[in-house]
């Protein structure tokens, strides 16, 4: 199974918020996107998907910026890769080519059952397990604006 761009982006804002400290002064979706070499606007995209399954919050204005809630910092990398890939299964078989033997056909329900065990395995994993010292050593290192 291959996760979407979307869902990539999403984990990685999670992993720059969960090594988020008192020193920094701010983290906004623009400086994840930097820090992740992502385009600014799927980040915000994902962030946005993110503030609406709960995990992330934001607050406007000059100091505002973006931040686990205390649900997102609990949270199991399965819970937030199902809430960002939704319900979609692992092959398309209906839709506009439905494939002719969906209503008959047993791989999709072996697919799904994989599905789901991949699932139940990311469940054994935080935020706190994908970030180490290295990842935290990285993040600030990279938001640190580049000398000429």
Known sequence: ??????????????????????????????????????????????????????????HRGRSGGIFLTDEGRAATVGAIVRGLEGDAEVVECLGEHPCPLASNCRLRHVLRNAQEAFYRELDHYTLADLVTARTVEL??????????
């Open 1 to 58: 199974m291959q996760l979407s761009r979307f869902t990539d982006l999403g984990l990685r804002a999670m992993m720059r918020l969960a090594v988020s400290g008192e020193a920094d002064t701010r983290v906004t979706a623009k400086l994840v996107a930097r820090q992740v070499n992502a385009s600014d606007h799927y980040v915000a995209k994902a962030v946005s998907r993110l503030a609406e399954l709960g995990f992330v919050a934001s």
């Open 139 to 148: 993040l600030h290192l990279s938001a640190t604006p580049a000398v000429d």
